[in-house]
């Protein structure tokens, strides 16, 4: 078995409890502890988050320690990726010569060759080329994009084309382009009940760790939708409805199921 065969095997191993507990939606996000971590609205209210957010103690993850390093590993091997600066010693020489892909340039192509004048639909079919190289250029990475995916990837991929991208195209031709919210946008608060009726319930963060990628991802749709308008290829911008209507009816239920069929295909 060779070193990279051994790698995909340990990969697929770390990372079978995630699939078997989000292998459908509804699973409650959370339950590792991130010991000495203090949450983002504790920082950010000081005394008084306690009033604010009562019982709000403690920061989780859905990932343990081990699961968590190999996460971060690989969100930064894709946002190399997608940037074009993605190392060549990372990917294996099962997919020879695949090259890194510059996102805004893939954004560009498949609105020009394809999608016009539909900038989302663009979007959908750019990062699905991104994901179906990336993972087979580094198939150690497949089983990690597949977890990340299944826990809430897909919901912030969703987000980034449908909600922060939506309106891109308008801002650009009138000079306004909008981006990204602040961190808090990345951290969702969950609430656990007390042991008992009369127990108080308890607080919870759970923090993306997908913030950097997303910056790095929203950057790009910038970058494309002002090359598109300074080629002068936005003769018609089309309305968020019409926009929308050229996606699947759930994008987060295509993306899992597209990332699954990569890394069943690896």
């Given at each position: 078995m060779s070193d990279s065969d051994e790698r995909v095997q340990a990969a697929e191993l770390l990372f079978e409890p995630i699939r078997r507990r989000f292998d459908a939606p509804g699973a409650e996000r959370g339950g590792c502890v991130r010991a000495g971590v203090t949450p983002v609205y504790v920082r950010k209210f000081g005394e008084h988050a306690?009033?604010?957010?009562?019982?709000l103690a403690a920061v989780e993850s859905s990932f343990d320690e081990a699961q968590l390093r190999a996460v971060t590993a690989s969100l930064v091997a894709l946002k190399n990726w997608i940037n074009g600066t993605a190392?060549?010693?990372?990917?294996t020489q099962r997919v020879p010569r695949v090259p890194a892909g510059d996102l805004a340039a893939l954004i560009e192509r498949h609105f020009l060759a394809a999608t016009r004048p539909y900038f989302l639909l663009a979007l959908l079919r750019a990062t699905e080329q991104a994901l179906a190289e990336f993972m087979a250029a580094s198939p150690a990475d497949a089983p990690v994009i597949d977890a990340i995916f299944r826990v809430a990837g897909s919901e912030g991929v969703r987000d980034l084309i449908q909600l922060y991208a939506a309106h891109l195209l308008d801002q650009t031709a009138q000079g306004t382009p909008g981006g990204l919210p602040d961190i808090?946008?990345?951290v969702n608060l969950h609430e656990r009940p007390g042991p008992s009726p009369s127990a108080p319930a308890?607080?919870?963060?759970?923090?993306?760790?997908?913030?950097?990628?997303?910056?790095?991802?929203?950057?790009?749709?910038?970058?494309?939708?002002?090359?598109?308008?300074?080629?002068g290829a936005l003769v018609r911008i089309p309305t968020l409805a019409e926009e929308?209507?050229?996606l699947p009816p759930s994008l987060v239920q295509h993306l899992n199921n597209f990332v699954r069929r990569l890394r069943d295909r690896g």
């Open positions: 306690a009033t604010v957010f009562p019982g190392s060549a010693q990372r990917a808090l946008a990345f308890t607080s919870f963060e759970v923090w993306c760790p997908g913030y950097d990628l997303s910056k790095a991802f929203f950057g790009h749709c910038q970058r494309a939708a002002r090359s598109l308008h300074d080629q929308t209507a050229q």
